[in-house]
């Protein structure tokens, strides 16, 4: 594929994740960050908040595993996950940490369970979509191009 | 990208680099690394110079270790090693350096914890690139305020400065009264630093260095604390060219430290605002009973006691004028170890302030021997506390309460902030917390913390009134390790922050909390001397680790091996800012290696303050462990925690040492 359509293509996906809710304009501003000097800056932040993120949700089914449930401890993690998924715009992750934090609150180990499946649900699913992004990226990148830094192009 | 280093050439007699705010050294502190690399990315964008820590432990280990080295902090509020509002108290209190709040939390209850704990802002996550182009306002807003805060204090001070200074030396007989005699011997001591230098801000200072300081000690020991006058401790230790008046500042600090160390407990919460009161009670009342109890309750030795006493009539704080009964007070001095005292005269007390313990700080009462005793107890409680905290930096725990007055109001609060479990009082740190440690502190604070403090104790804010106490050497007056900065009310010792303030409002913060962290946290802060002499908060670090390499880490934070050279420029200029900063002055003699190695600050040896106390806190820390014993003793014993603390510390930052030597 020539890189226009790649790009193209890339612009497209973008604006139907934010339509959709998926991501939200906190990911454009990631955008800006990033330049033809540092082209990979996003991919490498998103990246990173997979690997903490699966880290993150390892402890929470450990925690929630446990006899004797710590919910201060699966609010700190939840909180640390709403921060990162804010941080990069995972707008559905971070919503579901939202409401698993309300959850926790009331302290129901059940309805903590309930709540980590849905925010791991929404978090494979971003994962997903944006890996294939990041694999696009690479392709216009080696193809000579250059990622849109907004949605105009 | 290191922008900086090019655009934000500073020349040191400016106190903005050219081109800022381009070339701010910000420290950015969070616990989450997809957070933190975008800050990063973010505050380069703008031009900053920046250095990530993703621990709050590490980030006091930076701001210590290269004092003046930055101009602001970020941080987060939740981190799992310490509590954000923790860190930023410990901030305000040693190194006074402004500190911004981030949090995807937007809740009122939290931003208002922000406020109360004295951060200068507050933004919430995701956080814009927008919200961090103007986070240079805050640095400036603050430096401006100690300047002016400074210059007020050394204005009226000397006129009045020679009959101060004979006052001083006497009063502290004087129960009645106290709160004139403090507030003379905060001015004595604010004369004491002007007339050092003679006629400008600037004035060179005396940089009281580890052995200038034993000599103190030995001089004060001689002639029994309440005998101590400037006069005949400038004889005994007849060093030329020491003046009476900087002997007389010197001796407010160290009794205000003293004092610091037997009363420990005190409550940070009122410590602000009692703090000044009970300065001038503990002026007048300290000889009194108090003392005596203390010491019966075997939390002081005699010597202590002797020193506390004496420390107390230096004491008072122009501010409140209510005579505080002198437990409260000494409970304050002790358990805040100095941070947020600053104590510099009177001002002081905020140490305990943080703590709940001591609720007369504002309140004059007099205070029953059996009250005392419970303040006592409740201070060993808070201090056990501390001191539990303390133990996981460095064993200082208990030492704390005994520790000198000065160093350890630092420690503790430096103990505190370091401690993480503690809650200190948090008077807003913003600054910087102090920790002296902050060898890195930036230049701006160290240059304000006199000034900001002028209020309160501000234990926590004024990170600058920390650093320029003990921590911010750097900045602070090489002369008596305490800070010019003093400012306003509090000459010397003065806590940077504002306590008064931040202390009721973490009256939430558990009372035998309080500050004992800090206390323990400051010291570890300064390797080297307790608290008092925290000038060279930053340089004890590296004492400790033997190795003065705080010039050169002072750079290196900043992650770019040209930022050091601005660095040190920035340094320079912020030196410069800083009115008490390390004099070229008289330093004695040690700094001046440690000087250039320390950086940019002061070019010459000025950072020699500090160094000199890192080799004589090492020494010391062992006395930690011990509760009171000697002052020496006490400060060696913070040393070594503080060395401990700080070997962690430092192994932990390598990457600082890539900083190319100055």
């Known amino acids: ?153 | 990208m290191s922008t900086a280093s090019s655009s934000s050439v500073r020349k040191p007699s400016e106190s903005v680099p050219l081109q800022f705010p381009a070339g701010l050294r910000v420290l950015v502190v969070d616990d989450d690394p997809t957070c933190l690399m975008i800050l990063e990315k973010m505050l380069r964008i703008c031009r900053y110079e920046v250095t990530k820590c993703s621990r709050a432990e590490d980030a006091l280990s930076v701001l210590r270790r290269y004092k003046n080295g930055f101009d602001i902090v970020l941080s987060d509020v939740h981190m799992p090693d310490m509590d954000g509002f923790k860190l930023l108290e410990c901030i305000g209190l040693e190194m006074d350096l402004p500190v911004i709040m981030m949090s995807v939390d937007d809740g009122k209850n939290v931003v208002m914890k922000g406020v109360t704990h004295g951060a200068c802002d507050y933004l919430i996550k995701p956080v814009r690139i927008e919200a961090l182009k103007n986070i240079w306002q805050h640095v400036v807003r603050k430096r401006k305020n100690e300047w002016k805060d400074l210059e007020q204090s050394g204005v009226e001070d000397v006129d009045r400065q020679q009959k101060a200074n004979e006052e001083a030396d006497y009063s502290s007989s004087a129960n009645e009264g106290s709160w004139r005699n403090s507030k003379r011997r905060k001015e004595d001591i604010d004369d004491a630093e002007e007339r050092d230098d003679s006629s400008t801000l600037k004035k060179p200072r005396v940089v009281w260095s580890v052995e200038l300081h034993q000599q103190f000690v030995g001089a004060v020991n001689q002639l029994g604390i309440e005998k101590a006058v400037p006069k005949k401790i400038l004889e005994l230790m007849n060093v030329p060219g020491l003046t009476r008046e900087n002997v007389a500042s010197h001796l407010q600090k160290y009794r205000l430290y003293l004092r610091r160390v037997s009363g420990m407990t005190l409550q940070q919460s009122n410590l602000n605002n009692t703090f000044m009161s009970a300065q001038e009670a503990f002026g007048s009342t300290l000889n009194g009973l108090d003392l005596q109890t203390l010491a019966a309750a075997g939390q002081l030795q005699p010597q202590s006691l002797a020193t506390l006493q004496a420390a107390g009539f230096g004491r008072s704080t122009a501010k409140s004028g209510m005579p505080m009964p002198l437990v409260d007070q000494r409970n304050h001095f002790f358990s805040f170890e100095n941070p947020k005292l600053r104590f510099s005269d009177g001002q002081q007390p905020h140490l305990n302030g943080s703590k709940p313990m001591n609720l007369l700080h504002g309140i004059p009462t007099t205070m029953e021997p059996k009250q005392l005793a419970n303040l006592q107890q409740h201070s060993a409680q808070s201090h056990g506390n501390m001191t539990m905290q303390a133990s996981a930096q460095g064993g200082q725990t208990s030492s704390q309460l005994m520790q000198t007055p000065q160093p350890q109001a630092r420690s503790q609060i430096l103990n505190e902030c370091t401690a993480t479990s503690v809650t200190r009082l948090p008077p807003t740190i913003q600054q910087s917390i102090l920790p002296n440690g902050t060898a890195g502190s930036v230049l701006a604070r160290n240059e304000f913390t006199t000034n900001s403090r002028g209020g309160g104790y501000n234990l926590i804010s004024p990170a600058s009134t920390m650093s320029n106490f003990p921590m911010n050497q750097t900045a602070e007056l090489p002369g008596n390790s305490f800070p010019l900065q003093s400012t306003p009310g509090v000459s010397s010792i003065v806590p940077k922050g504002r306590f008064p303030d931040e202390v009721n409002s973490i009256s939430d913060i558990k009372g035998s909390e309080g500050f004992v962290p800090s206390y323990d946290m400051f010291r570890d802060l300064h390797p080297q001397k307790p608290d008092w002499d925290l000038q060279h908060v930053g340089v004890t670090f590296d004492a400790s680790q033997g190795s003065l390499d705080i010039p050169t880490a002072a750079f290196g934070h900043q992650g770019y091996a040209s930022s050091q050279q601005n660095g040190h420029n920035r340094h320079t200029s912020t030196v410069g800012k800083a009115m008490f900063l390390l004099e070229e002055g008289s330093d004695n003699g040690n700094a001046q290696s440690m000087g250039q190695q320390l950086n940019p600050l002061f070019d010459d040896g000025s950072v020699r303050v500090k160094m000199e106390r890192a080799s004589e806190t090492s020494s010391q820390t062992d006395l930690f462990s011990e509760h009171f014993g000697q002052e020496e003793d006490l400060m060696s014993a913070l040393l070594k925690q503080q060395q401990g603390s700080i070997a962690t510390a430092e192994s932990e930052l390598e990457w600082f040492h890539h900083n190319t030597p100055v």
């Open chain 1, 1 to 153: 594929m020539e890189v226009g359509s790649m790009q193209r293509q890339w612009v497209q996906y973008i604006k139907s994740w934010l339509g959709e809710g998926t991501l939200d304009s906190q990911y454009l501003q990631l955008l800006q960050l990033q330049d033809e000097s540092n082209p990979t800056f996003v991919s490498e932040v998103v990246t990173l908040f997979f690997e903490d993120t699966e880290e993150l949700l390892n402890k929470l089914s450990l925690a929630l595993s446990q006899p004797s449930v710590d919910f201060k401890k699966i609010d700190d993690h939840v909180h640390q996950l709403k921060g990162s998924s804010s941080s990069i715009g995972a707008l559905r992750v971070k919503n579901a940490c939202i409401a698993f934090r309300n959850v926790c609150e009331q302290q129901s180990a059940e309805g903590c369970l309930r709540c980590l499946q849905q925010v791991q649900q929404e978090f494979y699913c971003v994962k997903e979509k944006l890996s294939y992004l990041f694999a696009l990226e690479k392709r216009i990148l080696n193809a000579g191009g250059s990622i849109p830094m907004d949605l105009g192009s």
